[in-house]
C-alpha cells in the first residue's frame, strides 16, 4: 500500500510552454503533498507543501507564479511551470503524506524536465 | 523496481538501541544523499557522500559510503524518538540522472 504514482517521468518542452506534472496516491488519500526540486549536484529542495483544497505553502525563494500548484482533490497534486525556461530542467519530485496509520511518506519516482 | 535497494523497510527499534539502514546500487553511485522526514514536515537533508570510504557524522547519526561506491550505510547510535522518521537515500548515477531508494520508516519504541 501506499503508492505516489507521479507522470510523467521525464518531459522535453520548448522555452516558454507550460508543464504539468502530476503526482497521485493510489490507494490512499493525501491531504498534505510535497513537492521537491533537485539541482546538478546539490541536495534536494522542498519547493511547496501542497494542502487539499486550500492554497500550497511555498519556501522562500520560490516563485508562486511560475511554480503553479493545485491540489484539488485528496488523491491528486498537480505542479504547473510556467513558461518554462532552460534554467528550470531539473528534477522535480513529490512526496504524499499516508497518513499517521501507514506511519510517513511514500515518494513519487520523480520527473526529469529538460526545457529546450 | 528500485534502482538503489533500501532496508529494511521498516524498523522498530527500542529506545537507546543502535540501528542500521542501507541503501545499495549495482552500479557506482557519483553521489549519495541521505534524508530524513518527519510526519507532517518535508524532507531534511542529513548528508552527502561522493567519495569512496567517506564518512560523515552528525550528532549520532553516521554515513559511509563504501570504496566502490556502490553502498551506503547510515547508522544511529543509541536511538531518541526524535529519530522516528522516514529515512530516504538518493544516489546520483551519473551525468545528472538521480534515482530513488523507496524509504525506511523507523519507529522508536519508548
Known amino acids: 500500500g501506499a503508492v505516489v504514482s507521479q507522470h510523467p517521468s521525464r518531459v522535453i518542452c520548448k522555452s516558454g510552454t507550460s508543464v504539468k506534472i502530476e503526482c497521485r496516491s493510489l490507494?490512499?488519500?493525501?491531504?498534505?503533498m510535497f513537492w521537491y526540486r533537485q539541482f546538478p549536484k546539490k541536495s534536494l529542495m522542498l519547493m511547496a507543501t501542497s494542502n487539499e483544497g486550500s492554497k500550497a505553502t511555498y519556501e522562500q525563494g520560490v516563485e508562486k507564479d511560475k511554480f503553479l500548484i493545485n491540489h484539488a482533490s485528496l488523491t491528486l497534486s498537480t505542479l504547473t511551470v510556467t513558461s518554462a525556461h532552460p534554467e528550470d530542467s531539473s528534477f522535480y519530485i513529490c512526496?504524499?503524506?499516508?497518513?499517521?496509520?501507514?506511519?510517513?511518506?511514500?515518494f513519487g519516482s520523480g520527473t526529469r524536465l529538460t526545457v529546450v | 523496481s528500485q534502482e538503489l535497494e533500501q532496508s529494511p523497510q521498516s524498523l522498530i527499534v527500542q529506545e537507546g538501541k543502535n540501528l542500521t539502514i542501507n541503501c545499495t546500487s549495482s552500479?557506482?553511485?557519483?553521489?549519495l544523499y541521505w534524508y530524513k522526514q518527519k510526519y507532517g514536515e518535508g524532507l531534511i537533508f542529513l548528508m552527502m557522500l561522493q567519495k569512496g570510504g567517506e564518512e560523515k557524522s552528525h550528532e549520532k547519526i553516521t554515513a559511509k559510503l563504501d570504496e566502490k561506491k556502490q553502498q551506503s550505510s547510515l547508522h544511529i547510535t543509541a536511538s531518541q524518538p526524535s529519530h522516528a522518521g522516514i529515512y530516504l537515500c538518493?544516489?546520483?548515477?551519473?551525468?545528472?540522472?538521480?534515482?530513488w531508494g523507496a524509504g525506511t520508516k523507523l519507529i522508536i519504541k519508548p
Open positions: 538518493g544516489a546520483d548515477r551519473s551525468n545528472y540522472q538521480l534515482i
Open positions: 512526496s504524499a503524506d499516508a497518513g499517521a496509520f501507514n506511519y510517513g511518506y511514500t
Open positions: 490507494d490512499f488519500q493525501a491531504t498534505t
Open positions: 552500479k557506482t553511485l557519483y553521489g
